[in-house]
């Protein structure tokens, strides 16, 4: 019988493009896919440490794995990912039944990691900074959408956060690379690609120096593949070539991921974010012109060090002008090596969640109005399955990235369906089906 590996992944997108990547080594050692940890023969955590909760719920997952290594102490358990870099061998030490950690810039090397595990040595690595590999990878089933990293690491070190210290510096894959990957991965049937950068505006072959926009260009040109998404958009590097890409090639989905942070002056200078409230609005307000069926996307950071109260209901008001379709927010969570963890001023858990409560109150009635504006629009949906809830219902994604929910044949999952849409509800768009088809860019 083959063995098996169970990946678990927390965190990012990132994350997920790597357990594809680690899934593809091991696949080639022989390990097939797991049905789950309890009977497989290799368990990988591929962590995440943006946040405290994302840290803990790594240790306790790790936790429960005990007892599986005690009933087969042949198992084999590695950590890889953000948290993996972070603590390093201190992980092997804190616990004993950990057999190997591997950093972010170690993934690589995973192969070699699990041969001298099965042997007994127990390895910490984390070296950083390794270019990414140019190997490709298709994984063995793929389905309708798949994530491409084209570029790896952060530059940007804004004051709360971890990811550029546990996921290096930035380095952009080559086009080329980006290019046969995608094309590889269209010709196995996947039709909507997400490119993936923590600030993919910076991008830059680096061979022949082409931009982000000059990314999209090119990959917008592959005849198999439908739509292309990309995340995340630093705001200080969204620029005129970006946005144009964004409105005028046909395969770019009119949505955007924009994280703001704050909506106030004196806390975005303390996150060193590098643009201002006005100037953050004035790049809403000409891609509004741009492309009006834009989604816009946000993150926003609750509590951050010092934020008053004057201060965080400049960021309800920064909501209420910009019109997220999709927010995410968080309350601040200190980290280790970032400069906010050492500033004064922390707010407590309380006040952090109060201020959280308060911005997703809002939120919610502002996503609900957007929602409900869809009303009585034709949306192109790519069709990807039954709906999880609600019989006889499909369900998708339209091209500003919304989910929708409409009564329909099975037949059309994996098509491009034309949708009526008759309600908005908080999470999803409910419709009816007018035709299969595209539909043009707005
Ligand atoms: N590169 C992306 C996002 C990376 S992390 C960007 O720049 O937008 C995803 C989100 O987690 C961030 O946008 C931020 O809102 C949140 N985040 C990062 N560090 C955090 C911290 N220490 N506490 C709370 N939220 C944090
Ligand atoms: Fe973190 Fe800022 Fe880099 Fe995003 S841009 S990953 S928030 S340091
Ligand atoms: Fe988490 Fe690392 Fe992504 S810290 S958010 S998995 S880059």
Not at 429 to 434: A, H, K, Q, R
């Amino acid at each position: 019988m083959s063995k098996t590996a169970h990946i678990a992944t927390f965190g990012c997108q990132m994350n997920a493009y790597d357990s594809e990547r680690m899934a593809g080594l091991l696949a080639k050692m022989g390990y097939a896919r797991a049905q789950g940890p309890d009977t497989a023969d290799l368990i990988i955590l591929n962590t995440c440490s943006v946040r405290q909760r994302a840290e803990q719920k790594v240790y306790s997952y790790v936790g429960e794995l005990k007892r599986l290594k005690a009933a087969n102490p042949d198992l084999i358990i590695g950590v890889g990912g953000c948290v993996a870099q972070q603590e390093g061998a201190s992980l092997l030490k804190r616990l004993r039944h950990l057999d190997f950690v591997f950093g972010t810039g170690a993934l690589e090397r995973l192969p070699e990691l699990v041969s001298q595990a099965a042997e007994g040595y127990r390895m910490a690595d984390t070296g950083l900074d390794a270019a990414p590999s140019p190997e490709i990878i298709v994984p063995a089933r793929p389905g309708l959408k798949a994530l491409v990293t084209v570029m790896t690491g952060c530059d940007n070190f804004c004051s709360y956060c971890v990811v550029p210290h546990v996921r290096g510096r930035e380095r952009s894959r080559p086009a080329d690379q980006v290019l046969a990957e995608v094309s590889a991965l269209s010709r196995a049937g996947v039709r909507e690609v997400t490119l993936l950068g923590q600030n993919v505006n910076s991008y830059q072959d680096p061979d022949s120096g082409l931009d982000f926009a000059g990314l999209l260009e090119r990959v917008n040109q592959l005849p198999e593949l439908w739509r292309i998404r990309f995340t995340t958009s630093h705001p200080k590097d969204l620029g005129p070539r970006l946005m144009e890409a964004l409105a005028g090639l046909d395969k770019v989905m009119e949505q955007l991921h924009l994280p703001a942070q704050s909506g106030s002056d004196r806390v975005l200078q303390a996150m060193n974010r590098g643009y201002t409230r006005a100037q953050y609005l004035e790049r809403v307000a000409e891609l509004r012109a741009l492309l009006p069926g834009l989604a816009l996307g946000g993150d926003i950071i609750a509590g951050f060090p010092g934020e008053s109260e004057d201060e965080f209901n400049e960021t309800l008001s920064l909501l209420a002008e910009v019109r997220y379709d999709f927010l995410y927010s968080f309350m601040y969570s200190d980290r280790p090596f970032t400069r906010a963890g050492r500033l004064s001023g922390k707010l407590s858990e309380e006040a952090k969640r109060e201020r959280l409560v308060r911005l997703q109150a809002l939120q919610r009635e502002i996503g609900l109005e957007e929602h409900g504006a869809q009303v009585g629009r034709v949306v192109e949906v790519l069709v990807e399955g039954p709906a999880k809830k609600g019989e006889g219902l499909m369900s998708g994604r339209c091209r500003a990235g919304r989910a929708v929910n409409f009564p329909g044949p099975p037949e059309l999952a994996g098509r491009l369906a034309r949708v009526r849409i008759t309600e908005g509800r908080e999470h999803s768009l409910l419709g009816e089906l007018e035709s299969a088809g595209e539909v043009k860019k707005p």
